[in-house]
């Protein structure tokens, strides 16, 4: 029994140490890891497996039934029939584990909420709503597109260093989940955006700074922008541009960016490199579209796809 231990936990413990040392996993998330695949190897312990490598379909499809049994909640399974996949796809390097296994461990089935969305229309409004002709203004707008430009996280964006922003090439650097770091192009309105902030608001806030800041957003203090100042001055611009405050937020914007490039026609995998998402499963939330469209698309472009003006009836 020591040696059936030692071998399933030391198989999860050294995938915990890859997750944190090689994959740079953000700390919440092996945290998270941690607590479903030492529940996996507690299940399985307790059925005297010995080796990680005689894991077979039967012990996966055991565990997942147990974790239905539990209680859990439909996503709570699937996050932790995450983790296994991801040890079994590890472990699979070293070991000549049944190929099948990941097959019994899928996901359960569940519908996942949906985004909250701004219609084109509204992000337009939210983002005329910032004053250009203040400081704070320039670097509301600034923020505002390059948020919905580029499909930022609140915490790349405010987290956004000076020498992250590379107006010659139309693009900017940032480091997100995990200390990832990708490049995302910037479209012209968000540029100049950036431009006109950089060359007339900042230096105006820098003023006040106690101290030099390599930050790109500064606060009217001079000091770098925080998640909690730009989710204030989100509300009260959401406000000013007449949309209700609670269904704005920094992560809406993110999710107006995603939905927009995919509903004008942008491949789902470069949607996913935009936005930073480690698993495609992430991104493809975004691909949700309205009834009507669904509608409109099918009578438009399927030969008996529906109702069409002038054609004959039989």
């Known amino acids: 029994m020591a040696e059936a231990r030692g071998g399933i936990r030391r198989a999860v413990e050294d995938f915990l140490v890859h997750l944190s040392v090689e994959r740079g996993l953000a700390p919440r998330s092996l945290e998270a890891y941690g607590r479903d695949l030492r529940r996996f190897a507690a299940w399985l312990e307790a059925g005297s497996l010995r080796r990680a490598a005689e894991l077979r379909r039967a012990h996966l499809a055991g565990f997942s039934r147990s974790l239905e049994r539990s209680g859990l909640a439909p996503r709570s399974r699937a996050r932790a029939l995450v983790a296994v996949r991801r040890l079994l796809r590890h472990l699979g390097l070293e070991s000549p584990l049944d190929p099948d296994l990941a097959e019994a461990a899928a996901s359960p089935r569940f519908e996942p909420p949906l985004p909250r969305l701004l219609r ?30 580029a499909g930022l996280r609140v915490s790349e964006l405010v987290g956004l260093p000076l020498g992250g922003v590379d107006r010659r090439a139309g693009f900017v650097r940032v480091r997100g989940k995990g200390g990832r770091e990708r490049v995302v192009p910037l479209g012209a309105p968000a540029l100049e955006a950036l431009e ?44 000013q541009a007449g949309l209700p405050a609670e269904r704005v937020s920094p992560h809406v914007l993110r999710h107006a960016f995603a939905t927009d490039l995919l509903e004008g026609g942008a491949d789902l995998r470069a949607v996913q490199a935009l936005l930073g998402h480690a698993d495609l499963s992430t991104t493809q939330i975004y691909t949700h579209v309205s009834r009507a469209r669904l509608r409109e698309t099918v009578e438009r472009r399927h030969p008996r796809g529906g109702r069409r003006r002038g054609a004959a009836r039989r």
């Open 196 to 239: 006109d902030y950089l060359a007339r608001g900042r230096p105006s806030l820098a003023q006040g700074a106690p101290e030099r800041s390599e930050a790109a957003f500064l606060t009217r203090r001079g000091l770098p922008m925080t998640r909690q100042n730009f989710f204030a001055r989100l509300r009260q611009i959401a406000r």
């Open 120 to 149: 084109p229309d509204e992000t337009v409004a939210l983002i005329a709503a910032a004053d250009p002709a203040t400081p704070l203004g320039l670097r509301d707008r600034a923020m505002l597109e390059v948020l919905y430009g």
